[in-house]
């Protein structure tokens, strides 16, 4: 008995040890805090619910987010991520549509629901995740930093626009059918929206919320990539092309047929040169543009199964590879890999903070 009593004592302080949290706690969320005081690229990876922070420096691995260990929510399967700098301080929203969309973007299940998570990017601490009715995916801050922007991928579309401060619910924005990715034209003038079951993307004004405008372009549009120069490049998964749309003019000014399906699509200043990744064959594809709005395909290269995201820094392209679990580093100049960094399972958004 006297065993027992001592047994019993013993499993009593380890579930005491056990019940004190090990981290701070930011919001009701408990989140080991970091010190990424340097430029980084934020990594999501999809299946692995992490963050890998990449030191741009070094193109090395120096840190990695768990997301899984905030507080008990399910945050699985983030897609997309954005970033915005107010003063000092950094933040990131990402989007957790909740399922894997390296397949195809398409809808979930009916009934099926997103969050939205918004985190400190300098201690990696979430301030806050909240659900949204229908699965999204993405959450992008607007150009004032002021809102957070999401859509809700079903046919009966819409975009939510949230407090970034508060995050209530400020406006409720009817598009087109099944809406995926939303984003902001280079100089922060209007919002974009495709739709991938109406074959259009939706021009939004920041300021009024009001739709100003229906573009049509190709089958099953995905995202409308901002570009210098005012043009947003729009690529459509079922066609495999590219949309060219002028951002003064509310217009599209042709198309790029790739035969492949495209998995993103973004423009280098510097080299004046379209990137667009071929998720099916593992490669990043460049085209220019030869005057006219006519574009030819200048060559590729290889990156990693699955090529998905593309971003740039300097003198290098980054591509997030969600077959290969890495991110190529490509010098620009070039067009040749310098280093594939491992990362995450199925890594998808990228974004830096410098």
Do not use: R
Not at 283 to 293: L, T, W
Not at 334 to 350: A, E, R, S, Y
């Amino acid at each position: 008995m006297k065993q027992l009593k001592s047994n019993a004592a013993i499993l009593l302080i380890m579930a005491v040890i056990f019940a004190i949290p090990s981290c701070k706690k930011n919001d009701g969320m408990s989140m080991e805090e970091k010190n990424i005081d340097y430029p980084a690229a934020y990594v999501v990876n999809g299946e692995s619910s992490t963050i890998s922070v990449i030191k741009l420096s070094t193109n090395t691995v120096t840190d990695s987010i768990n997301l899984m260990s905030s507080g008990g929510s399910m945050i699985m399967w983030p897609h997309h991520i954005y970033h915005h700098q107010s003063g000092g301080e950094h933040h990131l929203a990402i989007g957790v549509p909740g399922m894997d969309l390296s397949a195809g973007h398409t809808g979930g299940m009916p009934g099926m629901k997103g969050m939205v998570v918004v985190m400190d990017a300098v201690t990696g601490a979430v301030k806050k995740n909240f659900e949204v009715p229908v699965m999204n995916h993405n959450a992008v801050f607007s150009p004032d930093g002021t809102e957070i922007w999401t859509s809700q991928m079903d046919m009966a579309g819409k975009v939510l626009v949230y407090n970034a401060t508060t995050y209530a619910l400020k406006n409720t924005i009817t598009v087109g059918d099944e809406p995926a990715e939303v984003t902001f034209s280079a100089d922060g003038t209007k919002a974009y929206v495709c739709n991938g079951m109406s074959n259009t993307v939706s021009v939004i004004n920041p300021s009024t919320k009001a739709v100003i405008g229906t573009i049509n372009v190709e089958s099953n549009p995905v995202g409308a990539w901002p570009a210098s120069g005012g043009k947003m490049f729009v690529d459509n998964e079922d066609s495999q092309s590219i949309s060219v749309i002028d951002v003064a003019t509310n217009t599209n000014l042709g198309t790029i047929i790739l035969n492949f399906k495209p998995g993103y699509a973004a423009f280098n200043t510097t080299a004046n040169e379209l990137w667009v990744s071929d998720a099916t064959n593992g490669k990043v594809a460049y085209y220019v543009d030869m005057g006219g709005n006519t574009w030819m395909k200048h060559g590729e290269f290889v990156t990693g199964a699955d090529a998905h995201a593309i971003a740039f820094n300097g003198a290098y392209g980054y591509v997030t590879n969600q077959g290969a679990n890495t991110v190529s580093v490509i010098n620009i100049a070039t067009h040749t890999k310098v280093k594939d960094i491992p990362v995450g399972k199925k890594p998808n958004g990228i974004v830096f903070k410098l």
